[in-house]
């Protein structure tokens, strides 16, 4: 079986060509023929974030010639099944994406899967080489952890493809925390692998400041995320510290600190679930799930604190937006039998993982 995806929930246009391997088996492997990813940062770079209609804009000038890249470097023609986000995402970007999946689908008289793009962060876990096989998952109660730009999202995964939403942000996700604070800071956007730089420049040795930033509902009982806070607390410090603020060193010092708060809400609270719902295992997704101190930490308190729990994290390269973790999870629906017709598909900004597609 060969699925074409796409995705343009933001700014990346993404199409992948997968092909299904031990289609019979319990284990399925995903062979990518092509996965093409279409950046528009430098575009979005000088307004500190995204502005959708732009995005939009470029997505219908390049989908089209990435599609055209992806099936020349996969040397196929020919498709068994059409997989696109449908949602949660910029509504303007996300039309452009499933219309011409639509087109296609109807000319190609193929079956089409619409897909929730918080669950394709989780089956990001399940591409590339070194992925874990699929049978281990879906085998009891697993905790997931998505965590992006636009959202921070705590899932309880009680079976296959069935999700109960535990906790979420209430305002800044932590990807757009990270963005914000880096144009406090002035350094450029994307924030989190900007001063996920800097603080990785940052000696204990040289600590000379002792910034201290709080760390937003980490004692909470329940599983809600608030980075807004976080990212004020670092404007007012900042501006009532101009003069300091002119010395790397405080600068690094800061973004180590900023970076290490946002690390010790996300380790808690998922650890802190994990043991209530018992999960047999632990996943990371999204785009913040690329960032080195993260996953380094998360390993080390996973095994410290939960060491019968397996700990599943992407390949930094799948972390963010692509288009083969959408084939992935849309895979799996077709298995279950959730094809529809191209009629009825439709681009929901507001889709939530516990909601049928």
Request: proline share 4%; charged share 25%.
């Amino acid at each position: 079986m060969k699925i074409l995806a796409i995705d343009t929930s933001c700014d990346d246009t993404c199409i992948a060509i997968l092909k299904i391997k031990n289609q019979k088996s319990k284990i399925k492997n995903f062979e990518i023929l092509s996965n093409f990813v279409s950046s528009q940062v430098k575009i979005h770079a000088k307004y500190g974030g995204v502005w959708p209609f732009l995005a939009k804009r470029e997505h219908q000038k390049n989908l089209p010639i990435v599609f055209k890249k992806a099936k020349k470097e996969a040397k196929i023609t020919k498709f068994d099944l059409i997989a696109v986000t449908a949602g949660p995402g910029l509504e303007p970007c996300l039309w452009v994406g499933v219309n011409f999946a639509k087109d296609l689908a109807k000319k190609l008289n193929l079956p089409i899967i619409p897909v929730n793009h918080i669950e394709a962060h989780i089956f990001a876990n399940f591409v590339g080489s070194n992925s874990p096989p699929t049978k281990i998952f879906g085998g009891g109660p697993s905790i997931c952890l998505v965590v992006s730009g636009g959202h921070t999202q705590l899932i309880l995964v009680k079976d296959h493809l069935k999700y109960k939403i535990l906790g979420e942000t209430r305002d800044d996700a932590a990807g757009e925390c990270f963005d914000k604070v880096a144009r406090i800071l002035g350094l450029g956007y994307p924030g989190g692998p900007a001063i996920a730089a800097v603080a990785a420049k940052f000696q204990i040795s040289n600590l000379k400041f002792k910034i201290v930033l709080p760390r937003p509902m980490i004692y909470q009982k329940n599983y809600d995320f608030s980075f807004s806070g976080l990212k004020t607390a670092v404007f007012y410090k900042v501006k009532s510290e101009r003069l300091k603020a002119k010395d790397k060193r405080y600068i690094q010092e800061m973004c180590q600190e900023v970076q290490q708060s946002i690390v010790d809400v996300l380790i808690a609270k998922t650890i802190r679930a994990a043991k209530e719902y018992k999960a047999k295992i632990i996943i990371l997704g999204g785009g913040v799930a690329a960032n080195e101190e993260l996953r380094k930490q998360f390993k080390e308190a996973i095994k410290k604190q939960l060491p019968n729990t397996l700990y599943l994290i992407p390949n930094t390269s799948f972390c963010t937006d692509n288009a083969a973790m959408v084939g992935v999870a849309a895979y799996f629906h077709w298995l279950k039998g959730r094809k529809k017709d191209w009629k009825e598909i439709k681009a929901n900004a507001n889709l939530r993982i516990e909601d049928e597609v």
